[in-house]
């Protein structure tokens, strides 16, 4: 393993990590939020017990998120001093920001898990909403960043130096919006479903079970109105990626020949030598539709860059695939729902319902993996596009397999670790008492 | 007062404020790491009461300073992760595990053999992260990060693994120890407790000098440029003066059971010594190559920053104080008070 692969596997590993306990920091606070609301309106007690058994697993994942974030913002540096150099200033804004963000989430965190019985029911309330609004605002930020390194903008290039540094217009860079909303929402949708499949399967073991049918409503509303909304998130920035990146979306769609009137390619396996995709189904003027909204556009084909400036096709391609499947499926699953609540048919008391939601449950977290597997690898060779290249970016340190085999088995021991102690907060819900699936007996936390 | 350096204040200020509250949540875990005594069970629990609400928010400030750092002075956060990749690396891994052990212990809900797993993690962790964070300050202080044409000239070992860096290192985790002694004496009620945590602070006390003497010593000897900063500048008498002054009142104020007073001298005894080194710093940011001039970003970045802190400090110098008026109002633990979590 070379090590600029160890490095970019580091990094990669790092924000798969990272990315899952981030989603969680941003979109559990919002449910938890709910269900508390519903207590202070209602007064029915379940919601109150709910609030808190959603807290104690999230502040696990708060915790390691918070870490994993940190790890995050050393190995910019530790791995990517080259680009840190050149670019740090021009980015350094989003980062401050973010960085505000953390620090009024943390406080307002503090207050909510600490602070049950020390400020008033309503105030605690607010410190709730205030995690949520400054966890997706953190989110956003960063992703801002991520967004600049896609479209970079906000300064001029003189002696291989950035000057006439612009720092709003590097916050403000075409990517960004899109991404942004587009991840916002990936965010939510990826732990509603998650969330509400955990629910769904507790139901289907313990039928009308009032804690899981509540907790059911809450996160299934969210995964519902996500799964629904995101594809029109993600035509704003396929549309934003044929615009300004046309390599990274020839790429995703294993596009080979710049052409008009292109045809989409649904699944195939791209061969980078052959410069040829096989075995796809071709949607006609299906690409040129869909990233420019006219069926005769012209589409940038991957060979109109040399092979150095062209990311690796296979990766990016199927990730994508996998990102717009899945999402396709969620979407059609909330559908399905739809139309059980326009016949006023209950949705915990369906089964076929509670049967695929459970099955959903990952659906939206590896659709969030797959979606950044596809804009990371899909802006290679570049770190900062057109501008500087990962690997003149990267820490002349040697043996980096070194950390990065470290921090992942560092990771692999933290992500077991989370499983199990979320497995006994899971079977620690009301109803679960008795024999779990494995056959083990659990006691009744009620 | 030009932006480049008000922007290394705020860099400074924002070391000193992770000293004196994450500073002291490392403190904390070493504390849990070395209880002792019959009371060591109701020690660990003050401890772990003493950090929850507020680690998250403490520890903010470091990530605060590694932005200003990259933002504001790219080449010399470029130089320090190259040349000190192995320090930080370390560093990060104790900075992981402690969160993440912390977390599970709190909210795990496991077996008492868990608890004390991840309990040993959480000190151990609190034990490593001090002394790495001081051989990094240690390190660029000292002089032997080289930069050449803007490349730094490593080997990625010799800048850090040297007497001063280590020295240096130490001090910084007495010092985090002695902090967090002081400050746990309020945060519990239970005189008895009172009573080990104030033995603690006063025995590390005399540790946390000598270490410092030494430390000034070594300063003296290899960092010539470092030593001429901090003592040949026209703020080195009240300076080293206050720092003394500061160090001998809180000794006093234990000894007196002025508990109250010790946390504040304390506390200015500690952001005293990281200001001193920032100060005996200047004008350089890596001595001898690196000035601040020379590494900071360009006005047009340095600028909004600024602007951009100061706006947001408005939001967030209130919620700091609410956070810290909820929970370190009150007069901490009662006796014998049952585990709550």
């Known amino acids: 393993m070379t090590d600029l692969l160890a490095a970019r596997s580091q990094m990669a590993m790092s924000l798969a990590f990272h990315i899952v306990f981030a989603a969680v920091g941003m979109a559990m606070p919002l449910l938890m939020a709910v269900a508390e609301g519903m207590w202070l309106r209602t007064r029915d007690p379940v919601y109150l017990d709910l609030a808190k058994r959603w807290q104690r697993g999230t502040a696990i994942l708060f915790a390691v998120g918070a870490v994993s974030g940190t790890v995050l913002s050393f190995e910019l540096g530790l791995l990517w001093p080259g680009f840190m150099r050149h670019a740090g200033a021009v980015i350094g804004m989003p980062f401050s920001l973010e960085g505000f963000a953390f620090f009024l989430e943390a406080i307002f965190l503090g207050v909510h898990l600490y602070g049950w019985d020390r400020v008033g029911p309503r105030l605690h309330w607010l410190a709730g909403l205030g995690v949520a609004v400054t966890g997706v605002a953190s989110g956003i930020f960063v992703v801002c960043a991520n967004g600049w390194m896609n479209t970079p903008t906000g300064f001029r290039v003189e002696n291989g130096k950035a000057v006439d540094i612009d720092v709003w217009a590097a916050l403000l860079n075409p990517a960004a919006g899109s991404e942004a909303l587009h991840m916002a929402i990936a965010a939510f949708q990826a732990v509603g479903w998650a969330v509400a499949g955990i629910h769904a399967w507790a139901l289907l073991r313990r039928p009308a079970e009032p804690f899981h049918v509540k907790a059911f409503g809450i996160a299934f509303s969210v995964a519902a109105i996500t799964a629904l909304v995101q594809p029109l998130a993600g035509d704003l920035s396929a549309q934003q990626v044929a615009r300004n990146q046309p390599t990274k979306l020839a790429a995703l769609e294993a596009h080979w020949h710049t052409q008009r009137g292109a045809p989409l390619q649904i699944g195939g396996w791209p061969d980078e030598t052959a410069e040829v995709t096989r075995w796809s189904i071709e949607i006609p003027n299906g690409l040129s539709l869909l990233a420019f909204h006219d069926p005769d556009a012209q589409v940038e084909g991957l060979t109109a860059v040399p092979r150095a400036d062209r990311p690796p096709v296979a990766i990016v391609h199927v990730a994508f695939q ?73 820490t002349p340190m040697p043996h980096l397999i070194v950390p990065f085999l470290a921090f992942t088995a560092l990771y692999c021991l933290l992500g077991v670790v989370v499983v199990v102690l979320m497995r006994r907060q899971v079977f620690a819900s009301p109803g679960l008492a008795g024999r779990d699936v494995a056959g083990q007996e659990f006691a009744d936390d009620t | 007062m030009t932006p480049d350096l008000l922007l290394a204040g705020v860099l400074l200020a924002s070391l000193i404020a992770y000293a004196v509250t994450g500073g002291a949540d490392f403190g904390g875990g070493i504390w849990d790491l070395l209880a002792t005594g019959p009371r060591a069970p109701q020690q660990r629990r003050v401890i772990a009461h003493a950090i929850g609400p507020i680690w998250e928010a403490n520890h903010v400030w470091l990530i605060l300073a590694v932005v200003v750092l990259f933002a504001g002075f790219p080449p010399a956060f470029a130089a320090l992760s190259t040349d000190l990749h192995i320090p930080l690396a370390v560093l990060l891994g104790g900075i992981v595990l402690r969160g993440a052990a912390f977390a599970f212990r709190s909210y795990g809900g496991g077996t008492d053999r868990d608890l004390r797993l991840w309990s040993r993690v959480f000190a151990i962790a609190s034990l490593v992260s001090p002394i790495m964070l001081g051989v990094i300050a240690g390190a660029v202080g000292s002089g032997r990060m080289r930069i050449v044409d803007g490349q730094v000239q490593t080997d990625f070992v010799s800048s850090w693994l040297a007497r001063l860096p280590i020295a240096t290192g130490l001090l910084t985790l007495l010092a985090f120890a002695w902090l967090a002694a002081v400050y746990l004496t309020l945060e519990t009620q239970d005189q008895l407790l009172r009573a080990d945590f104030r033995r603690r602070a006063q025995a590390t006390a005399p540790a946390v000098a000598a270490v410092a003497v030494l430390t000034l010593w070594f300063v003296h000897q290899d960092a010539p440029l470092l030593w001429a900063g901090l003592a040949h500048r026209p703020w080195t008498p009240g300076l080293f003066g206050l720092t003394a002054a500061l160090f001998l009142a809180t000794v006093w104020a234990m000894a007196r059971f002025w508990h109250r007073l010790a946390r504040l001298t304390a506390a200015g005894a500690v952001a005293l010594i990281v200001s001193g080194w920032g100060l005996a710093l200047h004008p350089y940011v890596i001595p001898p190559d690196l000035t601040l001039t020379a590494a900071a970003a360009p006005d047009s970045v340095i600028v909004p920053v600024l602007w951009t802190l100061a706006a947001g400090s408005v939001l967030l110098a209130p919620a700091f104080v609410w956070l810290f008026a909820v929970f370190k109002a009150r007069p901490g633990l009662p006796p014998a008070d049952p585990d709550r979590t």
């Open chain 1, 322 to 394: 996998i990102m717009v499947g899945l999402g396709s499926a969620m979407a059609a699953i909330a559908l399905y729902a739809c139309w059980l609540a326009l016949r006023r048919r209950s949705w915990t008391a369906s089964r076929p319902l509670l049967r695929v939601v459970a099955w959903a449950a990952p659906a939206g977290f590896v659709a969030l993996e797959a979606g950044w597997v596809v804009t990371e690898v899909g802006r290679q060779p570049w770190i900062a596009r057109g501008w500087l290249r990962t690997a003149d970016a990267v």
